[in-house]
């Protein structure tokens, strides 16, 4: 399986340039979510979505957009990229049974640096 | 405001020795608490997840405790090896359809030889 795949790994941008981070997962979670760890913090919610069609705003989601036309891809996009966007991106899936607890999945991160 | 609080921000230890990470929070209301390993670079895997019912879970040589009424819980490493060494993530959920979650800074375990 391959899990929760990020692309891409390490990316660059200039202040003002638009980018698309790719999450796909390929074991049917209806639940995806976006999180930026900045050095010495928590990892932050940007987005999340709990369905194909279903997305909503986490505690960060200045400056990202997000949309899930399928259940295996959720792309961020940022829209002008800022020096503040700087920071690890991870992305994340798991299913979401009633009643029970599920287990998440992480992708191994996507590095941003913008300049 | 729901909060999660880590302690130690750091910890050495030699191999071989146990320690124990902390984690207090205030989240409500409360569903679940998850203790995560991230190893530098990677993405954080599940070590345990605990309902407020549930007052310890072991995974091998890591051991969570949950005290539901004084909003605490720790992760106990016994036995500590190499590669150990690694961010330590306590994450609480909130009991709502989102199940929003609320992520500590972690404690970063450095095991030497």
């Known amino acids: 399986n391959a899990g929760v795949t990020q692309t891409p790994k390490f990316q660059v941008l200039k202040t003002g340039q638009s980018m698309t981070l790719q999450c796909a997962q390929d074991?049917?979670?209806?639940?995806m979510s976006w999180y930026r760890q900045d050095p010495g913090m928590g990892l932050r919610l940007i987005h999340y979505s709990v369905g194909a069609g279903i997305t909503d705003q986490g505690e960060v989601p200045n400056g990202y957009n997000v949309s899930r036309s399928t259940t295996e891809d959720f792309p961020l996009r940022l829209l002008s990229a800022a020096p503040s966007q700087t920071s690890v991106y991870f992305c994340?899936?798991?299913?979401?049974?009633?009643?029970?607890?599920?287990?998440?999945?992480f992708g191994q991160g996507t590095r941003l640096t913008v300049v | 405001k729901n909060q999660v609080e880590q302690s130690p921000q750091s910890l050495i230890i030699l191999e071989g020795k146990n320690c124990t990470l902390q984690?207090?929070?205030?989240?409500?209301?409360?569903?679940?608490l998850r203790w995560y390993k991230q190893d530098t670079g990677r993405g954080p895997v599940s070590l345990t997840i605990m309902t407020f019912s549930e007052n310890t879970k072991s995974n091998g040589r890591y051991t969570a405790t949950l005290d539901a009424d004084t909003k605490q819980s720790s992760l106990h490493i016994t036995a500590s090896q190499l590669s150990d060494s690694a961010s330590y993530i306590c994450v609480v959920s909130l009991n709502t359809n989102a199940g929003k979650s609320t992520f500590g800074d972690g404690t970063t375990l450095t095991v030497k030889p």
């Open positions: 984690c207090n929070y205030t989240v409500s209301p409360f569903s679940n």
């Open positions: 074991m049917n979670h209806e639940y």
């Open positions: 994340a899936s798991r299913p979401t049974r009633r009643g029970a607890l599920t287990e998440a999945f």
